[in-house]
């Protein structure tokens, strides 16, 4: 048998406190479902990474939710990046999901004032997209009253770093002329993500372009769930749960590799390694993390880090779970409900201060 297939079997077998059912997720998947794959001779690329998201997404996320109104559009890029390796201008697709209808009585030229979250998923930077999330978006949408706005950023290995963070950028700085071409306005924006996202989110939030925009003094919260602080892949949880819990330690170091394909410096890249100067500014923020996650460690030291630099910061952990949970709802359909109304609560609380 494979080593790394073994290494899974072993780790599974642990003594980690587990709800019943994603451990019997887990055992399939470490003892069927890998060995399996490794015994067609199989190795991981950009095809199996963007299927395994997709598939379990759409296998364990199965209640339909509907919002009031879903639209689609492209935030035009006028960012003018100088870096060599992205020189094209890209016009980022976007979603947005509507919790409610704009009120009737609004003339179709006034702004309807809605709170706004500018949301971007999960997947390593190689796989995810908006339709593989879009149940999720549904959710948060319906959970918070928020209208959702999903950019459809680039991956990697076709689009390397820093294709998917300019993307980001351009989504948050093209974002009040989006929303002023559906004739909404808001004082209550928030940025979101998960995994990936999160990484884009906290690399955004010191971002010198965003910061020379002014625009961050206009986002009243961020909300990181499970997010990649960190890619130089330092913290004991990285080892402590390295395999046998879906992100393994080396799907994780492909993940990046694919995605830092220039020698970038990847500790000037981690939010969890970045000063005290750039965290002070930054809005309040909820962190959420997975008790059983090679990220865990890293999120609770970035939510450490930000109290220290002054942000209001509040941080939760979830147990019995996994990385990615929220793609596994029917598993720990609870878990994820919890999460849902703590954003919720979250936001509440802010916008309310």
């Known amino acids: 048998m494979n080593d790394s297939i073994k290494s899974n079997k072993a780790d599974a077998e642990n003594q980690v406190d587990l709800l019943p059912a994603v451990a019997n997720y887990l055992k399939v998947l470490n003892e069927q479902l890998l060995p399996a794959f490794v015994q067609t001779g ?17 296998t364990f996320v199965t209640e339909a939710v509907n919002v009031a109104l ?56 190689t796989a995810g997209s908006v339709s593989v999330y879009h149940q999720i978006l549904c959710r948060l949408a319906k959970h918070t009253g928020h209208i959702i706005v999903a950019p459809e950023y680039r991956l990697a290995p076709e689009n390397p770093y820093p294709c998917g963070q300019n993307d980001a950028c351009t989504a948050l700085l093209r974002l009040p002329a989006l929303l002023a071409h559906h004739h909404i306005s808001t004082n209550k924006l928030v940025v979101a993500g998960d995994s990936h996202g999160g990484a884009l989110v906290t690399n955004l939030l010191r971002d010198p372009r965003i910061i020379k925009s002014g625009i961050i003094n206009d986002i009243s919260a961020q909300v990181l769930i499970y997010p990649s602080v960190d890619f130089t892949m330092s913290c004991p949880s990285i080892e402590k749960y390295a395999n046998g819990y879906l ?8 993940y ?66 996994i990385h990615a949970y929220l793609n596994m709802e029917s598993l720990n359909p609870v878990i994820c409900q919890q999460t849902y109304q703590a954003i919720n609560a979250f936001l509440a609380s802010k916008s309310s201060e």
Not at 42 to 58: K, Q, V
Not at 99 to 123: C, K, N, R, W
Not at 280 to 303: F, H, M, R, S
């Open 42 to 58: 199989s190795i991981p690329n950009a095809i199996n990474a963007r299927d395994g998201l997709a598939n379990l997404t759409h």
């Open 70 to 125: 879903i639209v689609d559009d492209i935030i035009e890029c006028d960012v003018l990046t100088k870096d060599a390796y992205d020189v094209s201008a890209y016009h980022v697709p976007v979603r947005l999901f509507y919790p409610s209808l704009p009120d009737a009585s609004i003339v179709q030229t006034e702004q309807t004032p809605l709170p706004v979250m500018l949301y971007f998923h999960g997947g390593g930077g």
């Open 247 to 254: 992100l393994s330690q080396a799907r994780i170091n492909w």
């Open 256 to 321: 990046f590799d694919q995605y830092f394909q220039h020698g970038e410096d990847r500790q000037a890249k981690s939010a969890l390694f970045a000063s005290q100067n750039e965290l002070a500014q930054q809005p309040p923020a909820l962190i959420i993390n997975a008790a059983v996650d090679p990220l865990y460690d890293e999120g609770v030291a970035y939510a450490a880090k930000l109290s220290e630099a002054g942000v209001d910061t509040q941080h939760m952990t979830y147990d019995k779970v």
